[in-house]
């Protein structure tokens, strides 16, 4: 067997013939670089590393870019993926929420946004308060981060509970813990929320459960119910609108984790939606008990924290994982809110943390 890097190290030359100097595409062509290709020369340059290559092109490596490569990469989905050390919480965060101020989300600069992304990305969800109650101004927060992502229910949201979609979410009843959109092969990274009025009536209070939390709960105290819900497919469904059954083009466990990592990077749980176990029936019943356990642990009262959300507070929290629900209410509710793709937030999230340059230098590497 070869072991030997020299066609990865001449297929990532970051040269501006290599490299489209503005873009970052390959525009090198890939499978014309010969199969035997060997370094005719090398220099040490200091900080970085000359070659000459066997089919006479030369390039030039930095030594930041080479200790990337052989980095372990469990360590180092920091600047690739955004990943940050979760901060996980109960029900006792209610005394201590992570919260923006809209003024300072909404100022010119453009990483002004950052401190919510921040936010999210370290506990899951954010507050923006002082936010205008209007949809515009909910709105342009939201597309401060990223485009709000289209749905078969629309894009930005405004409504009330009269089931103009059909879907529970559009009712006044009780709403169970859950993640949305679980119908969706990739779900909605980010939802936001803003209660914009509650007239004539009472409830509704606003539940969100940290899923980290309560898998690595789950991880601990029963590692084998913990392993059937991050291994055994789950379909899911949206039916409820005429003409529509929107369903993944595959079955994905409740616990998704990154392979390349092991981290934990998505929950799926959203029991209304739920449709076929990928397990054999007269062996079903393993994912029920495993299941079981998640959704008691889930409704354990130290990890629900409960909120009355009022005009002005604008709720944005991260759908991959924290959960949400909510209480019964009376009354007349008007929300507004909508939904990020994942990818584009975490996008946005990294460029303003790291920066456009750190965030490129991980593209081949670790
Ligand atoms: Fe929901
Ligand atoms: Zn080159």
Redesign the pocket.
């Known amino acids: 067997m070869n072991l030997s890097p020299n066609i990865w190290l001449r297929d990532n030359c970051q040269c501006s013939t290599c490299v489209h100097p503005a873009t970052r595409q390959r525009l090198l062509h890939t499978f014309q670089i010969p199969q035997d290709i060997a370094i005719d020369q090398f220099e040490d340059a200091g900080d970085s590393i000359k070659v000459k290559w066997s089919d006479g092109h030369e390039s030039q490596y930095t030594q930041d870019f080479l200790s990337l490569a052989l980095a372990n990469s469990k360590q180092m989905t920091g600047v690739r993926q955004g990943t940050v050390e979760p901060e996980l919480w109960g029900a006792r965060i209610k005394d201590n929420p992570p919260i923006a101020h809209y003024d300072n989300a909404m100022g010119n600069d453009g990483g002004s946004i950052l401190p919510v992304l921040s936010n999210i990305r370290r506990y899951g969800f954010s507050y923006i308060d002082y936010t205008p109650a209007s949809p515009q101004a909910t709105e342009e927060l939201l597309s401060k981060i990223a485009f709000i992502r289209e749905t078969h229910y629309g894009a930005f949201y405004d409504f009330t509970a009269d089931l103009a979609s059909k879907d529970t979410?559009y009712t006044n009843i009780a709403?169970d813990a859950?993640?949305?959109t679980t119908y969706f092969s990739d779900p909605a990274g980010l939802?936001a929320f803003h209660l914009l009025s509650h007239t004539d009536g009472e409830g509704g209070a606003s539940l969100l459960v940290d899923g980290f939390k309560v898998a690595r709960e789950l991880q601990k105290e029963d590692p084998e119910a913990y392993n059937i819900l991050a291994t055994v497919n789950v379909h899911a469904h949206a039916s409820g609108n005429d003409g529509i059954s929107i369903q993944p083009y595959r079955g994905f466990p409740v616990f998704q984790h990154d392979p390349d990592s092991g981290l934990l990077v998505q929950v799926r749980w959203?029991n209304s939606d739920r449709a076929r176990i990928e397990l054999p029936v007269d062996q079903v019943k393993k994912w029920y008990d495993a299941a079981r356990k998640w959704d008691a642990l889930l409704k354990k009262k130290e990890n629900e924290y409960w909120e009355q959300l009022t005009p002005g507070r604008v709720l944005i929290f991260d759908n991959w994982r924290v959960l949400?629900?909510r209480s019964a209410f009376t009354g007349k509710r008007r929300i507004c809110g909508g939904y990020i793709n994942r990818d584009d937030w975490i996008s946005k999230y990294k460029i303003l943390q790291f920066g456009q340059e750190e965030v490129l230098k991980h593209l081949a590497t670790n």
Do not use: C, R
Request: negative net charge; charged residues 10%; proline residues 0%.
């Open positions: 979410a709403l859950h993640t949305d939802q959203n949400h629900g």
